[in-house]
């Protein structure tokens, strides 16, 4: 369901005379329905690099990367856009919303672009921010001023609420107190009892060993350590 065969990737610095970084080659792994793999290994190895051209925001310089039907490694911008829209989530460390939007809606969202009608795609928001412990009064409100931990939670939200066959989490148990870490870890596996396939970043060690079927060290994908 998300697969990566032998991909490269180098960085050209255009404002630091042209220097070429190569930061990654023949990385490949695989993750099928209903299981979660963590990508590990130092800082700076490379993990948000892989999770970004996965996601495809970064170019995949060889090889091939695949999630679900697409080939997102050579795919055009509207495959991905309609890919992020029905077949990958990405739960990413930050929200970033537009301004004013409230949160019900900010969460209700990724529902709305399904064309599922507004009274149950807020229903389902309603739902899930209950369960993630969103104060109602906050959900007429834009999350732009929430805390940390808040902001998290509703990035948490959006990226559940659609049963996405392929999801991408980063650090989706950061800066939560123990209940809603706990609720978060039993979102993810109910999403792997359905049968997604999750490729995530999990600095929490307790949540990547409860969750976590295999661990993938993408420093084995070091163009150094290869030499
Ligand atoms: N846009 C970019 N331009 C240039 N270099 C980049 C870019 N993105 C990442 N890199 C480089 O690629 C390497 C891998 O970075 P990456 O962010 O993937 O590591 P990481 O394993 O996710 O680290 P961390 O755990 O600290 O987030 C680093 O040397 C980084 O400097």
Redesign the pocket.
């Given at each position: 369901m998300i697969l990566a065969e032998n991909v490269a990737?180098e960085?050209t610095?255009h404002n630091q005379g042209g220097t070429v970084?190569r930061?990654?080659q023949g990385a490949s792994l695989a993750v099928a329905p209903g299981e979660c793999v963590a990508?590990t290994?130092?800082?700076?190895?490379?993990?948000?690099?892989?999770?970004?051209m996965i996601w495809g925001n970064?170019r995949t310089d060889a090889g091939v990367i695949r999630v679900g039907g697409l080939t997102v490694s050579h795919a055009e911008p509207r495959q991905i856009i309609a890919m992020r829209r029905a077949g990958l989530g990405y739960v990413s460390q930050f929200l970033r919303v537009l301004p004013r939007v409230p949160t019900l809606r900010v969460v209700a969202e990724p529902l709305l672009a399904l064309g599922v009608p507004q009274p149950e795609a807020e229903t389902r928001a309603a739902h899930l921010l209950s369960r993630l412990r969103i104060a109602e009064r906050l959900w007429s409100l834009s999350p732009t001023t929430f805390s940390g931990g808040e902001q998290q939670r509703v990035n948490i939200a959006r990226g559940f609420i659609h049963p996405y066959p392929a999801l991408l989490l980063d650090e989706p148990t950061a800066s939560l107190d123990a209940q809603n870490r706990e609720t978060v870890m039993q979102l993810i596996e109910e999403a792997k009892a359905r049968g997604t396939a999750i490729l995530g970043?999990f600095?929490d060690e307790g949540a990547r060993d409860r969750l976590c079927d295999r661990v993938v060290d993408?420093t084995g994908f070091r163009p150094e350590v290869q030499a």
């Open positions: 990737k960085f610095l970084l930061v990654m990508l290994g130092a800082s700076g190895a490379g993990k948000s690099t892989l999770m970004r970064y970043i600095h993408v």
